[in-house]
């Protein structure tokens, strides 16, 4: 039997896998060069990419919110995974913001030479819940596992 994906699902796969891939390459970007994460310059490519990395991410979460109510439509109720699933989303959403207060702050201090290892732990932090929220969709069972199974009983 052939498998059909609804639009939200394949929106989801195809934003959270782009999201995750973001999230590496912003983490590494943060690690290597985090005076250059804070301060924009047109001329770096890579600085355009952390921008709309952002734009893709809270994409993903508007399509993942869809994706999870609608799994939890087929499923008759709102509970169990899909509650965490929603929970760990408003979570990774939250961590966005605390991401842009982290950058302006550590933006603050470096230009008066204070160090900052507090403020990028943090930053590290929300990335890592960003991850965590992108690995936890694809992890969580469908509805349809619950109510069809593939094994034969053993009655």
Do not use: Q
């Not at 639009?7 to 995750?20: E, K, N, R």
């Not at 970007?29 to 991410?57: C, K, N, Q």
């Not at 605390?98 to 933006?107: C, F, H, M, R, S």
Request: glycine letters at 8%; one cysteine or more; proline letters at 5%.
């Amino acid at each position: 039997m052939k498998k059909r994906y609804s639009p939200s699902a394949l929106a989801t796969l195809i934003l959270g896998l782009v999201t995750f891939l973001w999230l590496l390459f912003h983490v590494y970007e943060v690690r290597t060069d985090l005076a250059g994460v804070i301060r924009f310059d047109a001329s770096e490519p890579s600085h355009y990419l952390i921008g709309a990395g952002y734009l893709v991410m809270l994409a993903f979460h508007a399509a993942a919110f869809i994706f999870v109510f609608s799994r939890a439509r087929l499923a008759k109720r709102l509970g169990g995974w899909p509650v965490l699933g929603l929970a760990s989303g408003v979570v990774s959403l939250a961590a966005i913001a605390a991401e842009k207060v982290l950058y302006d702050e550590i933006g603050r201090e470096m230009t008066i030479e204070f160090p900052v290892p507090g403020e990028v732990s943090l930053l590290y932090a929300a990335l890592g819940l960003n991850l965590l929220f992108a690995c936890l969709l694809y992890t969580s069972p469908s509805p349809r596992d619950r109510t069809r199974s593939r094994m034969p009983s053993s009655a």
